[in-house]
């Protein structure tokens, strides 16, 4: 079975530091692995995908993630936090093909001016 | 980027009526939805899986005459909340996989349905 897992329900952070938002994931086969984020009353975005190649991944809005399978590992990272990045962050797995996604809790990150 | 609709966006309706809500891919054919309820503060919890032209795969402990899906056309997906009670009041979120080989596959989202039972 597949399963995410994001630790931390809550991460604070100040604005212009780097941030981190982690997730672990337990998936058979290979994984395809998805940040999303979300704002109040708002559906789903699309931040970022790991499929196969380079372990580090470059999305929309400045973020990354690295992908380290030794690890189970699909951490999100920013260098430099915005406050307008403050938002509910969701971690997904899939074992590719035309499988659901299986979501993690989802961290609520607050960037503090 | 893929852009997903859902309509309406809120709708408030009396215990024992049905709602509709509609799931649209607006720029790109979609063979498979996924309709899936998020409570408040919690994340989401997969319902469905919609093929375009066949019937649904429920989740374990979703009921599938209560929560009926149809697949018209490759750009809607609906979901009918049949004789709502107020259990049922949830953000119901909609999102289409754009279909491609694995290398392209994402899930678009849409923005969501509040719908509130009285």
């Known amino acids: 079975a597949q399963s995410v897992a994001q630790p931390e329900d809550q991460v604070n952070v100040a604005e212009g530091n780097p941030l981190t938002v982690k997730c672990t994931y337990s998936v058979s086969g290979n994984p395809y692995l998805f940040w999303y984020v979300q704002y109040p009353n708002r559906g789903l975005q699309f931040l970022l995908k790991y499929i196969t190649g380079d372990n580090l991944v470059k999305g929309s809005y400045g973020f990354e993630a690295e992908f380290n399978k030794s690890q189970t590992s699909f951490h999100l990272k920013k260098p430099s936090a915005l406050v307008s990045d403050s938002a509910l962050y969701f971690c997904?797995?899939?074992?590719?093909?035309?499988?659901?996604?299986?979501f993690g809790k989802g961290t609520r990150l607050s960037v503090i001016a | 980027g893929a852009v997903v609709s859902q309509h309406p966006s809120w709708v408030i309706c009396k215990s024992g009526t049905s709602v509709k809500i509609e799931c649209r891919s607006l720029d790109f054919q979609a063979t498979t939805m996924f309709w899936y309820r998020q409570f408040p503060k919690q994340s989401l919890m997969l319902m469905a899986t919609?093929?375009?032209?066949?019937?649904?795969?429920?989740e374990q402990g979703v009921e599938k005459d209560k929560f009926l899906i149809n697949h018209a056309s490759l750009t809607l997906s609906t979901l009918t909340v049949t004789s709502a009670h107020p259990e049922d009041s949830s953000f119901y979120i909609c999102s289409a996989r754009d279909g491609g080989p694995p290398e392209s596959d994402t899930q678009y989202f849409g923005p969501g349905t509040r719908l509130t039972v009285l």
């Open positions: 997904a797995v899939t074992s590719s093909g035309n499988t659901p996604l299986v």
């Open positions: 919609s093929n375009e032209g066949s019937k649904a795969t429920y």
